[in-house]
């Protein structure tokens, strides 16, 4: 779950106790840790920032199979076009097409010149696992499907 999420079930969960026991049984009934990973924390925060500050389309990095990296996809499609992908084999400029797993979806998806004609921002965020040099390659990609070459400078781990 996302840490907010969580941290609201848990508020909910001690008023419900409050309400029928009283604060003395909170106090002997109920227990919350927060035990998100500061990295998956800070991405999250990352995310919601990013998306503040506008962003025309979205790039999540990570395996299709990690939980945060799922969450962080769920969070940027509620506001714009997200395209979830496991790494830089996904994008393939020489077609202009991307494979990728739609939020709520068990099935890869393949698009076309997914990404948009004309001055846009991409947003790329990754799951807190999700080495740099995949990062990094996955930008690559994404400038060469706009025939920008990028060299070692542009593009920073």
């Known amino acids: 779950m996302l840490s907010g999420e969580s941290l609201a079930i848990a508020a909910e969960v001690r008023k419900s106790i409050v309400r029928r026991g009283g604060e003395a049984a909170a ?9 998100i990973c500061s990295a998956t924390q800070e991405r999250q925060d990352a ?3 990013m998306l503040e500050d506008g962003v025309d389309v979205c790039v999540v990095i990570g395996g299709y199979n990690s939980s945060n990296t799922q969450h962080l996809a769920a969070l940027c499609a509620q506001k714009v076009r997200t395209y979830y992908v496991e790494d830089s084999a996904c994008l393939r400029p020489d077609t202009r097409t991307i494979r990728h797993q739609p939020v ?3 099935e890869e998806a ?24 995949k990062v990094g390659e996955v930008i690559e990609r994404i400038f060469a499907t706009r025939g920008i070459e990028v060299g070692p400078t542009l593009v920073k781990g």
Do not use: I, M, Q, Y
């Not at 106090?27 to 035990?35: G, I, M, P």
């Not at 393949?110 to 001055?119: F, I, K, M, N, R």
């Open 110 to 133: 393949s698009d076309v010149d997914w990404l948009p004609a004309g001055a846009l921002v991409v947003g790329v965020t990754a799951g807190a696992s999700t080495p740099n040099n």
């Open 47 to 49: 995310v919601v920032k």
């Open 27 to 35: 106090a002997e009934r109920f227990r919350s840790f927060d035990t």
């Open 104 to 106: 709520g979806s068990h």
